[in-house]
C-alpha cells in the first residue's frame, strides 16, 4: 500500500498512551507526516495554530483536555477565519449525545468515539484516509 504523505496533522490528546497509539494507527495505515505534532490541552492547540504561518491539514480533537478543552477549542477554531477550512475530527471518550450534537453545532467535520481496541482505532484511521486523503480534497 503506498504512503500517502501529510503537511502537518495537529493531535491534541493530553493522554500519552492514546497520543502514541494513534501515531501507531497512523503509521500502521501509511500516512506519513511530515511533521505530527501533538499538544496536551485546547490552550496549546491555540498558540500552536497560531505560530505557524502555515495551516496543519487536519486537526485531531479530545474533548476532555485541561486548561481549555477540546470544545472551547472547536468553537474558537471554527470562529477564526484563518483556521475555520481546517477539518477538525473529534476523538473523545464521550458518546453524550449532547457532545456529539454540540462538537457538530460548532463546526466539526467528524465525530468518533474512541474505541477500546486498538484494531477498531486502525480502522476507523483506514477510513479517516479512505475519505480525507483518497476522495476528498485537502488544502495542504
Request: hydrophobic share 40%.
Amino acid at each position: 500500500m503506498e504512503d500517502i504523505k501529510i503537511t502537518t496533522i495537529i493531535i491534541a490528546e493530553d493522554d500519552a498512551d492514546d497520543r502514541l497509539l494513534i501515531e501507531d494507527a497512523l503509521n500502521e495505515n501509511n500516512i506519513a507526516s511530515e511533521d505530527l505534532m501533538f499538544v496536551d490541552d485546547g490552550e496549546a492547540l491555540i498558540d500552536t495554530l497560531d505560530a505557524n504561518t502555515k495551516a496543519p491539514c487536519m486537526v485531531f480533537l479530545d474533548l476532555n483536555m485541561p486548561k481549555k478543552d477540546g470544545r472551547q477549542a472547536l468553537k474558537e477554531i471554527k470562529e477564526d477565519a484563518r483556521f475555520k477550512h481546517i477539518p477538525v475530527i473529534v476523538f473523545s471518550t464521550s458518546n453524550s449525545i449532547d457532545d456529539i450534537k454540540t462538537s457538530y453545532q460548532n463546526g466539526v467535520n467528524t465525530y468518533f468515539t474512541k474505541p477500546s481496541k486498538y484494531s477498531d482505532l486502525v480502522e476507523i484511521l483506514r477510513t479517516v484516509k479512505s475519505y480525507w486523503w483518497e476522495k476528498a480534497r485537502l488544502a495542504q
